[in-house]
């Protein structure tokens, strides 16, 4: 079935079968392996992507289902905020030790831009809620937190990204 | 996944017709109940029709004394819609607990119905509110719509459209989280209307259920006090590494007081 999607920017079409998940499209097909697959049964998070705006789990979603949407991919995300060779969020996982193996580390920063596009001053709880649904076995969550604040004060600082 | 033909009909005589033609068909709204099952093979479908292109199957209304939500409303829609504050605060809160915010951007209100998962947080607003389950065929009332375990009223190929909601006096919800999923191993809703008071429970049975010994002393005075030490007989209740089922009929009793309590400071 033919999928036409918008992905980072650039159009994408493409003849796929109706069982492909997003994350298979975007990691077989495009070859952006950035979104990563953690679990597989919706549970860590580690595939988030945005569609049209919203983070959503790529592993649970159809392709076919959102022909005609928009998708932003980790690789993606720093033209969003102005082509920066990396956003905003990522500079403060970066600077705030929020990593250490990194698997998990792009479905965190898809997640965390997200919560703070609705809540550009959340506060550690809310940051907690908000990244709920995304699971990481290495750093304890303390850096990821702290990291999501200082993002969300640069994206506030420079409004809009 | 095993291969599967997909549809996106835009209206819902088009689904009706797909999904009576199809042997097998299957509805899918947001997916996230449907995609895992399939992922791990516990079902295959022939074909998916997604009610994600339907026109007005999404929006939400409301008047004085009732809250209309389409079936395919996702729940973060429902968390943020200021209609649904308005008129039933106590059922945004229930839908911005729903699991995570990933999920709540693609499940839908149908799609929980029509699933019946013992654990989920929307039966007991249904029930406790005394809704109205609106689909392609009839109108069904929440108290004949859940049947049991994953198990409805529905027919095949049945379509929910739209679920009414009466507007309560006041009503509050409360759960108990599994940690690792969000679902409810106990959650309570408590609804008080000018005829009385509904007390409805999820994730403790088989199927929500409501609780009549605390409806019955709620309608007398909508006090935790009222329903003070009351919980329900552990018989029949579900048992798993979570939760005994001792546990999640003292839960029933302590969720209930929150759920009252929660209410009363709305
Ligand atoms: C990680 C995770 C955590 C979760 N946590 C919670 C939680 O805390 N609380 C909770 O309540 N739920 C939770 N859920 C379930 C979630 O709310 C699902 O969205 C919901 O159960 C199903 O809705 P859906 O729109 O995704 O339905 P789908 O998965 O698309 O469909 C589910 C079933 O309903 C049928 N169906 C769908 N729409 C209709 C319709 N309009 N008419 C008739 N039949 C229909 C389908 O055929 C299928 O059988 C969680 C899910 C995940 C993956
Ligand atoms: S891979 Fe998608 S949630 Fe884990
Ligand atoms: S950094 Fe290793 S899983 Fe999060």
Redesign the interface.
């Known amino acids: ?1 033919d999928v036409a999607l918008e992905v980072n920017g650039a159009a994408v079409r493409h003849d796929i ?3 492909t ?1 997003l994350v298979d499209l975007l990691r077989e097909t495009l070859g952006l392996t950035g979104t990563h697959v953690g679990c ?4 860590c ?1 580690a595939c ?1 992507v945005h569609v049209d705006g ?4 790529s592993c ?3 392709a ?2 959102l ?1 005609g949407s928009s998708v932003t991919t980790i690789e993606g995300l720093a033209a969003t905020a102005g082509g920066d060779a990396l956003h905003p969020m990522q500079t403060a996982f970066h600077e705030k030790h929020g990593l250490q193996c990194g698997f998990c580390t792009p479905g965190m920063i898809m ?1 965390a831009v ?2 703070v596009r609705q809540n550009p001053a959340p506060t550690e709880r809310e940051v907690r809620a ?1 990244l ?3 699971l990481c076995r290495c750093t304890g969550y303390q850096n990821i937190v702290a990291a999501v604040i200082e993002g969300a004060r640069v994206m506030r600082e420079r409004q809009g990204v | ?6 549809h ?1 009909p835009t209206d819902l005589a088009q689904a009706a017709a797909l999904l009576a033609s199809t042997p097998d068909a299957a509805i ?1 709204g947001g ?2 109940s449907l ?2 099952v ?3 093979r516990l079902a295959e479908h022939a074909a ?1 029709v ?1 009610l ?1 292109r339907i026109d007005g199957l999404r929006n939400i209304t409301a008047g004085n004394a009732e809250l209309s939500i389409g079936a395919g409303a996702r729940h ?1 829609e429902v968390a943020a819609s200021p209609e649904v504050a308005r008129t039933i605060p106590a059922l945004a809160a229930l839908a911005g607990g729903i ?5 709540r ?2 499940g839908t209100l149908g799609g929980v119905l029509a699933n019946s998962d013992p654990a989920a947080d929307y039966p007991a607003a249904v029930l406790a509110l005394g809704a109205s389950i609106h689909t392609n065929r009839r109108s069904l009332l929440a108290d004949t719509f859940f049947r049991g375990l994953f198990t409805t009223a529905l027919e095949p190929g049945e379509i929910i459209t739209r679920v009414t909601f009466p507007v309560p006096l006041a009503a509050g919800y409360a759960k108990f989280r599994s940690p ?3 679902f409810a191993i106990v959650g309570v809703f408590v609804a008080r209307f000018a005829e009385g008071v509904r007390v409805a429970a999820t994730g403790a049975g088989p199927c929500v259920f409501r609780v009549r010994h605390m409806e019955e002393a709620l309608t007398g005075s909508f006090t935790g006090q009222a329903i003070a030490g009351m919980t329900v007989a552990a018989d029949g209740l579900n048992g798993d590494i979570h939760a005994e089922p001792s546990y999640r009929a003292h839960l029933v009793g302590v969720m209930a007081r929150r759920a009252v309590a929660a209410a009363l400071a709305a």
């Open positions: 079935m079968r109706e069982n998940l597989d049964t919706s549970q998070g988030v919203r983070a959503i789990k649970t979603v159809l076919v289902a022909d997640s997200d919560l908000g709920e649904g995304n | 996944m095993k291969p599967f033909a997909y996106r899918i997916g996230m995609l895992p399939l992922k791990l998916l997604d994600g973060a699991g995570d915010p990933h999920v951007n693609r690792a999923s969000r």
